[in-house]
């Protein structure tokens, strides 16, 4: 359902023009369709130029009338009562539950950690869960990556471990050379 936006096509130009007027009062009824809601329920919240496009667009006039129709029609309509026998059944059905205790201490456990999930204030339980996961996600990874690391330091020849050997001590002896020469500079600056 997409429109086709209407273009001004020069001469005499009239009857693009009210095209393109209808266009841009279609746009503006667009966007006042969900302050129409707001005018409905508090009519003195609404700002001046939702007021304003209301009191000019018979559209608009005409949505708002069919909105206050059905907000009538709904605080008219009026839902259906209860039964007057439905707590006191419900009431026998409970009692009914509790005495038939579950024949273990285990089930009985059980159905209470189950209760408790489904119907008890678990939300301070929810980020305990999920720091808990993820410190056994990070010792789970870490552990893996270890047992990774391992096999692949095992794998190495003793040949490479000496090259690492010399490289690390090589790149201390420039680090020391670097901050013996700063040292130098600094006491010479002073």
């Given at each position: 359902?997409?429109?086709k ?7 005499n ?5 009210i095209?393109m007027?209808?266009?841009?009062m279609?746009?503006t009824?667009?966007?006042?369709e969900s302050?129409?809601?707001d ?6 919240a609404a700002s001046?130029?939702v007021?304003?496009h209301?009191?000019?667009c018979?559209?608009c ?5 069919n ?5 009538a029609?709904?605080d008219?309509?009026e839902?259906?009562?209860?039964s007057p026998?439905f707590l006191?059944?419900?009431?026998a059905?409970m009692?009914?539950e ?7 201490w285990?089930?009985h ?5 189950r ?7 678990s939300m301070h339980v929810r ?8 410190v056994?996600?990070?010792l789970?990874?870490?552990?893996y990556l270890g047992v990774i690391n391992?096999?692949?330091q095992s794998?190495?020849?003793p040949?490479q471990a ?14 020391l050379?670097?901050?013996e020469?700063?040292s ?5 600056g002073?």
């Amino acid at each position: 359902m997409s429109e086709k936006k209407p273009e001004y096509t020069g001469g005499n130009g009239v009857g693009s023009m009210i095209e393109m007027e209808k266009h841009a009062m279609k746009n503006t009824c667009t966007a006042m369709e969900s302050k129409l809601a707001d005018l409905l329920l508090d009519p003195g919240a609404a700002s001046s130029r939702v007021q304003a496009h209301v009191a000019g667009c018979a559209f608009c006039r005409r949505e708002l009338a069919n909105l206050r129709a059905t907000m009538a029609l709904l605080d008219t309509w009026e839902g259906p009562q209860p039964s007057p026998y439905f707590l006191t059944r419900l009431d026998a059905q409970m009692r009914e539950e509790r005495a038939a205790a579950p024949a273990n201490w285990l089930t009985h456990l059980i159905d209470r950690l189950r209760a408790r999930a489904a119907y008890g204030p678990s939300m301070h339980v929810r980020p305990l869960a999920a720091m808990a996961l993820s410190v056994v996600l990070l010792l789970g990874g870490g552990a893996y990556l270890g047992v990774i690391n391992d096999w692949d330091q095992s794998a190495a020849s003793p040949g490479q471990a000496v090259v690492h050997d010399l490289q690390t001590l090589d790149n201390n002896a420039q680090l020391l050379d670097q901050l013996e020469a700063l040292s130098n500079n600094n006491d010479n600056g002073d």
